[in-house]
């Protein structure tokens, strides 16, 4: 692996047009978009730019294939999702490549996400063959209740670049498990893996206009016109709140069933009693995996007061070792930004703090030179006024605020709009069985710093979205409870 002809090779191997009703071809108005490199900042290809009318294509072709899928075995649309899992295996160094080039994280990472990506596939190839219904005596006696589950019917999945394989094979794994056609909208800036996935599930036998896959440039024109057309009947999007806020106006119009997952504000909170080898290596998982580009990324570091001066200057040395750099080199652990946007906002948003009273421990100041490169970052006594303490930082900045009870941490960690995760270290047993309890988040992490599994239900509450995907739960998203009543 490596070097510049492997990187032409994968990127010239993958579709670059849309892929509706089981063909590959062009936008139709012929248009095209750019992807780009964000550790060069020069482009890589250019990928169809699909429009309303090629949304109109993929909604009759998923509308055409609905209902011969949803009587398809559930056996066989397992089948399905394991070939699928057994190619993305077969091909995870290219596709980790691929996903490096338009996205950034370093090849270990990209291999680690293709890993996870394809267990959301197995997973779920798991519970198609386990979707369960019943039947019982009505309390009066008398009738019967027969209870048994459907597809919802076409599906619209939208999602985001910060995990441009894994977002979605966590909807189309239980969508094809339940039966449900679909259009899929990637992220304008990470396509590519998308693409290859969508010529895999071709592969895996996945019948046409089962999946169907549309970059655009132009989002909301292409998928307003979907939601409002009454054919879909099921959103679910991956992204931020504030574009979640507005789809899910527009899905009210029709009733749809939704899945949000949405931004998060993560809180990571150390007390005194933990191990602190554990809790630096577990802050260190949370805030630098997909280089704090992440929904799940600790946003707010609260660190009990005796112990935040060591802890400062174990996680700014171990930080502050991490080779920076293109994610396709050898060794490097942390990649580029996403663009230039996003590193402007790290930037204001370290700027701020340390306007506010923050101290730099390590790292605060963007390099110069190509690429969209930002230092890991630690920052202490950030005040809890700092922009930082609402606003997702999305990049490799970790700071520490002092806190002295339990009582005040769990108030200040709960005081976010947001409750996707938070992370709690403490040996005391008691202790963390009661934070994670009083914190107001889908999801805790109790000394450990990451919570994704494909088998456990990953979700927020408040601002954080509605509905959780993965887990035995994952797959009733995209299922409607049916009950026949019966007369005896
Ligand atoms: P974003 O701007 O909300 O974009 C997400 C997706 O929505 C992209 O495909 C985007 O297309 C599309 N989109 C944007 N505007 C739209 C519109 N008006 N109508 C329809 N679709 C639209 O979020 P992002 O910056 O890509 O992703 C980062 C956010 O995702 C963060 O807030 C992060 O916390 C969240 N996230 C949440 C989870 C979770 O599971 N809770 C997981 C990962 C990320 P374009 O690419 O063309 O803009």
Redesign the pocket.
């Known amino acids: 692996m490596g070097g510049e002809p492997n990187e032409a090779r994968v990127v010239a191997a993958v579709p670059k047009g849309l892929l509706v009703a089981g063909q590959w071809g062009d936008a139709g108005d012929g248009g095209t978009f750019d992807v780009v490199d964000p550790s060069t900042a020069e482009v890589l290809c250019a990928v169809a730019d699909a429009t309303p009318d090629d949304g109109q294509r993929a909604l009759d072709a998923a509308a055409g294939a609905q209902k011969e899928f949803a009587a398809t075995a559930p056996r066989a649309r397992a089948d399905m999702l394991m070939a699928a899992f057994d190619l993305l295996h077969e091909r995870i160094d290219d596709l980790a490549l691929l996903m490096t080039l338009e996205m950034g994280k370093p090849l270990a990472e990209a291999k680690g996400e293709i890993a996870y990506a394809a267990e959301f596939f197995r997973h779920f190839a798991e519970e198609a063959v386990r979707i369960e219904g019943g039947y019982q005596t009505a309390p009066a006696g008398g009738a019967r209740f027969l209870i048994t589950k459907q597809p919802v019917g076409p599906a619209l999945l ?6 441009p394989m894994a ?1 979605g094979t ?1 909807k189309l794994g239980p969508a094809i498990a339940a039966g449900c056609t679909s259009i899929i ?6 396509p590519l893996s998308m693409l290859a996935l969508g010529e895999i599930l071709r592969e895996a036998g996945v019948p046409d206009g089962v999946v169907n896959v549309l970059p ?5 024109e ?3 016109p979907l939601l409002r057309s009454g054919v879909i009947r099921k959103l679910s ?8 806020r ?2 899910l106006e ?1 899905s009210a119009e029709k009733v749809l069933r939704t899945s ?5 504000n993560a809180g990571f909170v150390v007390f005194e009693d933990a191990d602190i080898d554990e809790a630096v290596a577990g802050a260190l998982a949370a805030k630098m995996r997909n280089t704090g ?5 600790a946003n707010r570091l609260f660190v009990q007061r005796s112990i935040i001066g060591e802890f400062g200057e174990r996680l700014a040395k171990a930080m502050s070792e991490l080779p920076v750099g293109r994610g396709v080199e050898e060794g490097v652990r942390v990649g580029p930004l ?1 663009d230039e946007t996003a590193r402007e906002k790290v930037q204001t948003l370290v700027d701020d703090a340390v306007a506010g009273g923050a101290r730099v421990l390590t790292g605060g100041t963007a390099p110069d030179g190509p690429g969209y490169f930002y230092p890991p970052t630690v920052l202490t006594d950030v005040p809890v006024s700092a922009r930082m303490g609402s606003e ?1 930082i ?1 990049g490799p900045v970790a700071p520490l605020t002092p806190f002295d009870t339990e009582d005040e941490v769990v108030a200040e960690v709960n005081d976010t709009e947001y409750g ?1 995760v938070n992370y709690v270290f403490t040996n005391d047993l008691r202790r963390g069985l009661r934070v994670a309890e009083a914190l107001e988040s889908g999801m805790v992490g109790l000394n450990q710093g990451v919570v994704s599994n494909p088998a456990a239900p ?3 509450v408040k601002a ?2 509605r509905g959780r ?1 993965g887990g035995r739960t994952g797959i009733e998203e995209f299922l409607e409870t049916k009950y026949v009543g019966i007369a005896m």
């Open positions: 939208i999602t985001p670049w910060n995990f977002m966590r909208k990637p992220a304008a800036q990470t655009t440039s132009r989002p909301g292409l998928t307003e999007f991956t992204g931020s709140t504030a574009v979640g507005v789809l527009q949000m997952e949405l931004g998060g580009e992440a929904c799940t990324a996403i997702e999305f996707l990953f979700g927020g954080s979205g995907e």
